[in-house]
C-alpha cells in the first residue's frame, strides 16, 4: 500500500500568513489525492480533492498542488478558524491511506 | 442535507462483539458506495472497509479482515459495521463516510461513535 508522510508535524503561524503543508507519497499515485480538516471532537472535512480541486463551500484561500511525488496543501493567508490538524489521503483502488497529519496552531 | 448517524458504540470486552449501524439520509442512499474510518484517540483517520452500492462487493483494511464485516440494507438506507474478536486496539471513534460520486474521497462524515475495547 501507498504510504503519505506529512511535514510539518505541526506549524505556528500569524493570522494573515501563507502556511504550506506538503504530503510525499512513496509511489506515483497519478493526482488522486485529498486534503481533510479536523477541528477537535468533529469528524474530518473535506477540502481538496484531486490535488487541487476546491470541494464546494471552501474557500478559495485553501489551494492544492503537486509536483512529482510531493502534494501540497497552502493556505493563502492563515485566519483563527483555520487552526486545525490537517490529513492527506489516498486510495489505490483497493486500499485507502491516510497521511499522519499536520497540526495548524495561531500565533 | 446529507445526515449520517452511527450508533452502537460502547464499552466491549476482549475478544467480544458489536455492531455498529449508521443511518444516512438526505442522499440516494443506494446510489453511493460508503465506508467506514476509525480513529484512536490523538491518532489520525484509519480506513476500515468499503461496500459498493449493491452491497455485493467489499474490502477491508488487514487489520481487520476475516474480524470485521461490513454490511448495508438499502431498503433502510443504513450501513453496517460488524464487529467480532475485538481488540483492545481497536479502540476507536468510528465514522461512517459517503464517497464523493465514483471515487474514494469522502465528502460527509457522520459524527462518530466511540468504541471501548476494555477488560
Known amino acids: 500500500a501507498v504510504q503519505l508522510t506529512q511535514s510539518p508535524s505541526s506549524v505556528s503561524a500569524s493570522v494573515g500568513d501563507r502556511v504550506t503543508v506538503t504530503c510525499r507519497t512513496s509511489q506515483g499515485i497519478s493526482s488522486a489525492l485529498a486534503w481533510y480538516q479536523q477541528k477537535p471532537g468533529k469528524p474530518p472535512k473535506l477540502l481538496i480533492y484531486?490535488?487541487?480541486s476546491l470541494e464546494s463551500g471552501v474557500p478559495s484561500r485553501f489551494s492544492g498542488g503537486v509536483s512529482g511525488t510531493d502534494f501540497t496543501l497552502t493556505i493563502r493567508s492563515l485566519q483563527t478558524e483555520d487552526s486545525a490538524t490537517y490529513y492527506c489521503q489516498e486510495s489505490d483502488g483497493f486500499s485507502v491511506t491516510f497521511g499522519g497529519g499536520t497540526k495548524v496552531e495561531i500565533k | 442535507e446529507v445526515q449520517l448517524v452511527e450508533s452502537g458504540g460502547g464499552l466491549v470486552q476482549p475478544g467480544g462483539s458489536l455492531r455498529l449501524p449508521c443511518e444516512a439520509s438526505?442522499?440516494?442512499?443506494?446510489?453511493?458506495?460508503m465506508n467506514w474510518v476509525r480513529q484512536a484517540p490523538g491518532k489520525g483517520p484509519v480506513w476500515v472497509s468499503r461496500?459498493?452500492?449493491?452491497?455485493?462487493?467489499?474490502t477491508y483494511a488487514d487489520s481487520v479482515k476475516g474480524r470485521f464485516t461490513i454490511s448495508r440494507d438499502n431498503a433502510k438506507n443504513t450501513l453496517y459495521l460488524q464487529m467480532n474478536s475485538l481488540r483492545v486496539d481497536d479502540t476507536a471513534v468510528y465514522y461512517c463516510?459517503?464517497?464523493?460520486?465514483?471515487?474514494?474521497?469522502?465528502?460527509?462524515w457522520g459524527q462518530g461513535t466511540l468504541v471501548t475495547v476494555s477488560a
Open positions: 463516510a459517503k464517497v464523493r460520486g465514483g471515487t474514494d474521497y469522502f465528502d460527509s
Open positions: 438526505g442522499f440516494t442512499f443506494t446510489n453511493y458506495w
Open positions: 461496500i459498493n452500492s449493491d452491497g455485493s462487493s467489499a
Open positions: 484531486d490535488a487541487s
